[in-house]
């Protein structure tokens, strides 16, 4: 378990970051945040294109901030959705994220701040794993 004061730092920044996010055609702002296990917090938005299918999510783009900065695990992500329902991170996400760390923490934020908390590996059973030969 993370302890408080990180939970409350992942919870702010991911409510902070909410507002970059870069959402013209969806209008739906996403914001992540991400805990890596130096103890860092990697933060990340949704980006979408006219492309459309090129769009990243805000738990992706976490991630790969993460990854950049050099960290190969993660403790805890909160996500923070721009409405007052919580949202679950989509299957790519919950895929990209379970490969760094099947135990990670996971806590939604809705606007006005409800925050629910599960772990990543109750959301994604059976993940793909790949057998190295
Ligand atoms: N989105 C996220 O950023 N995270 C999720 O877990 C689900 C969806 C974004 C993608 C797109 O920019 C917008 O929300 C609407 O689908």
New binding site residues.
């Given amino acids: 378990m993370i302890s408080k004061a990180q939970q409350k730092k992942l919870v702010n920044t991911a409510l902070k970051v909410l507002k970059n ?1 870069y ?1 013209p ?2 209008g ?3 914001g ?1 945040a991400l805990l890596g296990k130096n103890g860092k917090v990697y933060a990340g ?4 294109f006219d492309a459309f299918s090129l ?7 976490a991630l790969f901030n993460g990854i950049s900065g050099g960290e190969k695990k993660f403790n805890a992500i909160a ?1 923070a959705a721009g409405s007052d329902k919580f ?4 299957g790519l ?1 919950r895929q990209a994220l379970v490969e760094f760390n099947p135990e990670m923490e996971v806590i939604l934020i809705t606007k006005s701040k409800k925050v629910k908390h599960f772990i990543l590996k109750d959301i994604i059973p059976n993940y793909f794993k790949l057998n190295r030969v």
Avoid: D, G, L, M
Wanted: charged share 15%; hydrophobic share 30%.
């Fill in positions: 996010s959402s055609h969806s739906f702002k996403v992540s938005t949704n980006v979408e769009t990243v999510c805000a738990e992706r783009a996500i949202i679950y991170p989509c996400c």
